[in-house]
């Protein structure tokens, strides 16, 4: 038939020659379904006709005449692309995407849409798979007493599932307080529905876009480890599925997560791999805004943000996994959390992390914390240009048994602003489980407004290698190798603070690193008095004699031991140094001391009347002697021969092992005896005869000369 015939016949009354009953247009539009209509109007039809089915004429077809399958329908209508494509039926059209509309759902924010979702999806299910729009509008989606054994959920066990929102709709999760969820348990903590809306179980090639999931957590109270989550969307056991421009808010647990499925619970065990989070929008979630639960695999999460968040704004305890162009910003522990193998997070910002964006003692709020569990060592990690500021807490926080991790080209500033463990990056290990294989290069730290008393705590740790990193701070030390650290190199760095090592720590070295602003004094003698960083240098103002040295360069931090020890009951001073509990500590407020030595590792403390400003843990600072002036010994050896003895020793007085010597025999015996050779150590030049010098009385004569 031509186009013109093709155009559906809309009014009530019956075409001439045609059989049927009539149908109105109201029945008309019911039977071809809302995504027909949507078809039509995005005009589908417009550029090719539509035909019936098996010879019927559209007339037919809507009305109805025997022959067509159901007597009216979208199953007997048929639609081309343009008059050179092939036929299909307008029922297989409108199943390559459904609307939750065409199941029920309402979107007015009140009435219960969550059969109307569930519908659609098991709609798609049974053919194959295919898209589910959700229009514009509020979707009620109300949970009652649900438990992990009877959750509320819309279920997905089918592959190619694709939902889509259409003008950000927003689906409204009401029912569960945060004392009913505190009320109840997870399964081992492993992250199984509760309350989830959508839940892709066991799944491939799945995903779920633009669309804003809203709870009812008011922002109080902390996260019940033992507790299950809310969520948006969760992918249990499930491959390739991405989740894309996503908002969540005021959760009662995650916008999205990802976990394996279980025997104990889901009746199979399937890892979750392939999971892609970006673009995404997560705030106010009681524990974290997006969560990878161990054995994750393979998955990443790329250009999103967490905010306010009352765990962390990511965690991953995850094998291959990628962070990249990410925000995490105010949540109340950490703004990444990472445990697992094979990690990179590059590109982040990690900022204001603490108790609700206000960091406390209490609630460190870390921009990254690097955890570890023993079913998933964690190891072969790499935190690279990032930006890591103004946390309350550490700004990395790498906890016992961490291996294999490299933190190179960050910026970390200004962080611990509530913490009382005043660090930058701190590697805290423990007796039992230490800390190994650690890179810490290319990084600036900054740190203007002295949060920091030690930018590298190294505890319980060993291999660890800190190189070219640029350190400028109003703290105490760039780096600090207690006693517990072992086997630590520190290399290229520049810094205004000092690196100190303690005597305790084993095999630990540090050379090239120099002071951005190195102290440059002049006196006659090596220091021996106050506190002193590598790089700085004294020159020698008396450099007379041989012996003379140019100067003195220090090669390891530290402060000298103040003469002066603190006593109770003392007047001191304000500028005196005293040393007590190990620490070195300046008076900067004249009194008289208390009963108590001071033992603070910041800040300004009052003993007594005395207020005592900490300076350093004490470690005494190493200088070297540089620029030596060429050393000259000469003298005349005198010996007396006994007739056996070859070898006579000539102790030359030199500060090192002669770079040359000459030898001249002064005597008749000498010269008889002959000289085979000469060879010097730190003490003598040693002189080898041919044969032993006669016995006589002062009868071996040398004359000599050594330099070096």
């Given at each position: 038939m031509d186009h013109e015939e093709s155009k559906p016949v809309l009014h009530a009354e019956k075409q001439k020659g045609e059989t049927g009953k009539p149908v109105s247009r109201r029945e008309m539009l019911a039977a071809i379904g809302a995504g027909g209509m949507a078809m039509m109007a995005s005009k589908l039809w417009s550029g090719g006709p539509v035909s019936a089915a098996s010879g019927l004429s559209v007339t037919k077809s809507v009305y109805g005449d025997g022959s067509c399958p159901g007597g009216i329908g979208s199953e007997c209508v048929t639609y081309k692309y343009d008059g050179t494509q092939p036929e299909r039926t307008v029922r297989d059209k409108l199943q390559e995407q459904v609307s939750v509309k065409d199941f029920g759902a309402v979107g007015d924010g009140v009435t219960d849409d969550s059969a109307a979702f569930q519908a659609a999806v098991d709609a798609l299910s049974l053919q194959g798979g295919g898209r589910l729009l959700i229009p514009e509008g509020t979707y009620a989606f109300p949970a009652v007493s649900p438990t992990i054994q009877a959750p509320k959920r819309t279920l997905i066990t089918s592959n190619h599932i694709h939902i889509e929102g259409v003008g950000l709709p927003t689906i409204h999760m009401t029912g569960m307080t945060k004392s009913y969820i505190d009320s109840i348990n997870d399964l081992n903590s492993s992250g199984r529905d509760v309350f989830t809306v959508f839940s892709f179980m066991g799944v491939s090639n799945c995903s779920v876009r633009g669309i804003r999931f809203t709870g009812e957590w008011d922002g109080s109270g902390t996260f019940r480890y033992q507790s299950p989550r809310a969520k948006g969307v969760g992918f249990t056991g499930c491959t390739d599925c991405v989740a894309e421009q996503l908002y969540g808010s005021h959760l009662l647990g995650n916008l999205v997560n990802a976990t394996p499925a279980s025997f104990a619970h889901d009746g199979f065990y399937k890892v979750t791999s392939g999971i892609r989070i970006t673009n995404c929008f997560a705030e106010y979630c009681l524990e974290n805004g997006f969560n990878y639960m161990g054995d994750t695999y393979n998955s990443g999460i790329f250009d999103s943000t967490a905010k306010y968040c009352g765990s962390a704004g990511f965690e991953g305890a995850t094998v291959n996994l990628t962070i990249t162009g990410n925000l995490f910003a105010n949540n109340k522990y950490s703004g990444l959390s990472i445990s697992g193998k094979q990690v990179v997070a590059s590109s982040n910002i990690c900022t204001g992390n603490g108790d609700g964006g206000v960091p406390t003692s209490s609630t460190m709020g870390n921009g990254i914390s690097i955890t570890y569990f023993s079913n998933l060592p964690t190891g072969d990690i790499v935190l690279a240009n990032n930006i890591i500021k103004d946390n309350g807490g550490f700004g990395v926080y790498v906890y016992p048994g961490v291996t294999k991790l490299v933190i190179d080209g960050n910026i970390l500033s200004n962080n611990s602003q509530g913490n009382a463990y005043k660090m930058g990056i701190n590697l805290v290990g423990s007796a039992t489980s230490r800390i190994s294989d650690i890179e810490i290069t290319n990084n600036q730290l900054r740190d203007d407004v002295g949060h920091t008393t030690y930018f590298i705590n190294i505890s319980y740790a060993y291999q660890v290698k800190v190189t070219n990193n640029r350190c400028v701070m109003t703290g105490n030390s760039m780096a600090y190798a207690q006693g517990t650290a072992s086997d630590c190199?520190?290399?290229?760095?520049?810094?205004?603070?000092?690196?100190?090592?303690?005597?305790?720590?084993?095999?630990?070295?540090?050379?090239?690193?120099?002071?951005?602003?190195?102290?440059?004094?002049?006196?006659?003698?090596?220091?021996?008095?106050?506190?002193?960083?590598?790089?700085?240098?004294?020159?020698?103002?008396?450099?007379?004699?041989?012996?003379?040295?140019?100067?003195?360069?220090?090669?390891?931090?530290?402060?000298?031991?103040?003469?002066?020890?603190?006593?109770?009951?003392?007047?001191?001073?304000?500028?005196?140094?005293?040393?007590?509990?190990?620490?070195?500590?300046?008076?900067?407020?004249?009194?008289?001391?208390?009963?108590?030595?001071?033992?603070?590792?910041?800040?300004?403390?009052?003993?007594?009347?005395?207020?005592?400003?900490?300076?350093?843990?004490?470690?005494?600072?190493?200088?070297?002697?540089?620029?030596?002036?060429?050393?000259?010994?000469?003298?005349?050896?005198?010996?007396?021969?006994?007739?056996?003895?070859?070898?006579?020793?000539?102790?030359?007085?030199?500060?090192?092992?002669?770079?040359?010597?000459?030898?001249?025999?002064?005597?008749?015996?000498?010269?008889?005896?002959?000289?085979?050779?000469?060879?010097?150590?730190?003490?003598?030049?040693?002189?080898?005869?041919?044969?032993?010098?006669?016995?006589?009385?002062?009868?071996?004569?040398?004359?000599?000369?050594?330099?070096?």
């Amino acid at each position: 038939m031509d186009h013109e015939e093709s155009k559906p016949v809309l009014h009530a009354e019956k075409q001439k020659g045609e059989t049927g009953k009539p149908v109105s247009r109201r029945e008309m539009l019911a039977a071809i379904g809302a995504g027909g209509m949507a078809m039509m109007a995005s005009k589908l039809w417009s550029g090719g006709p539509v035909s019936a089915a098996s010879g019927l004429s559209v007339t037919k077809s809507v009305y109805g005449d025997g022959s067509c399958p159901g007597g009216i329908g979208s199953e007997c209508v048929t639609y081309k692309y343009d008059g050179t494509q092939p036929e299909r039926t307008v029922r297989d059209k409108l199943q390559e995407q459904v609307s939750v509309k065409d199941f029920g759902a309402v979107g007015d924010g009140v009435t219960d849409d969550s059969a109307a979702f569930q519908a659609a999806v098991d709609a798609l299910s049974l053919q194959g798979g295919g898209r589910l729009l959700i229009p514009e509008g509020t979707y009620a989606f109300p949970a009652v007493s649900p438990t992990i054994q009877a959750p509320k959920r819309t279920l997905i066990t089918s592959n190619h599932i694709h939902i889509e929102g259409v003008g950000l709709p927003t689906i409204h999760m009401t029912g569960m307080t945060k004392s009913y969820i505190d009320s109840i348990n997870d399964l081992n903590s492993s992250g199984r529905d509760v309350f989830t809306v959508f839940s892709f179980m066991g799944v491939s090639n799945c995903s779920v876009r633009g669309i804003r999931f809203t709870g009812e957590w008011d922002g109080s109270g902390t996260f019940r480890y033992q507790s299950p989550r809310a969520k948006g969307v969760g992918f249990t056991g499930c491959t390739d599925c991405v989740a894309e421009q996503l908002y969540g808010s005021h959760l009662l647990g995650n916008l999205v997560n990802a976990t394996p499925a279980s025997f104990a619970h889901d009746g199979f065990y399937k890892v979750t791999s392939g999971i892609r989070i970006t673009n995404c929008f997560a705030e106010y979630c009681l524990e974290n805004g997006f969560n990878y639960m161990g054995d994750t695999y393979n998955s990443g999460i790329f250009d999103s943000t967490a905010k306010y968040c009352g765990s962390a704004g990511f965690e991953g305890a995850t094998v291959n996994l990628t962070i990249t162009g990410n925000l995490f910003a105010n949540n109340k522990y950490s703004g990444l959390s990472i445990s697992g193998k094979q990690v990179v997070a590059s590109s982040n910002i990690c900022t204001g992390n603490g108790d609700g964006g206000v960091p406390t003692s209490s609630t460190m709020g870390n921009g990254i914390s690097i955890t570890y569990f023993s079913n998933l060592p964690t190891g072969d990690i790499v935190l690279a240009n990032n930006i890591i500021k103004d946390n309350g807490g550490f700004g990395v926080y790498v906890y016992p048994g961490v291996t294999k991790l490299v933190i190179d080209g960050n910026i970390l500033s200004n962080n611990s602003q509530g913490n009382a463990y005043k660090m930058g990056i701190n590697l805290v290990g423990s007796a039992t489980s230490r800390i190994s294989d650690i890179e810490i290069t290319n990084n600036q730290l900054r740190d203007d407004v002295g949060h920091t008393t030690y930018f590298i705590n190294i505890s319980y740790a060993y291999q660890v290698k800190v190189t070219n990193n640029r350190c400028v701070m109003t703290g105490n030390s760039m780096a600090y190798a207690q006693g517990t650290a072992s086997d630590c190199v520190f290399y290229g760095n520049r810094s205004n603070r000092a690196i100190i090592m303690s005597p305790s720590a084993v095999d630990c070295y540090q050379y090239d690193n120099m002071g951005i602003n190195p102290k440059r004094l002049a006196q006659s003698t090596a220091p021996t008095t106050g506190t002193w960083s590598v790089g700085d240098y004294v020159q020698n103002t008396v450099p007379s004699g041989a012996n003379a040295t140019i100067g003195w360069v220090c090669t390891s931090a530290g402060t000298f031991t103040p003469s002066t020890v603190w006593a109770a009951s003392q007047s001191y001073s304000a500028g005196v140094y005293t040393n007590a509990n190990s620490k070195v500590f300046r008076a900067v407020k004249s009194g008289v001391s208390g009963t108590v030595s001071p033992s603070h590792s910041s800040g300004i403390v009052a003993d007594g009347t005395v207020l005592w400003e900490f300076v350093s843990v004490y470690s005494t600072p190493v200088f070297k002697s540089y620029g030596l002036l060429h050393e000259v010994k000469t003298g005349k050896a005198v010996f007396s021969g006994d007739g056996l003895t070859p070898v006579y020793p000539i102790p030359h007085g030199l500060s090192a092992v002669p770079s040359g010597y000459q030898i001249t025999p002064a005597s008749a015996d000498a010269g008889t005896a002959g000289i085979a050779y000469v060879e010097a150590d730190t003490v003598y030049v040693n002189v080898h005869f041919s044969s032993a010098p006669a016995i006589g009385v002062n009868n071996v004569l040398l004359v000599w000369s050594a330099d070096c």
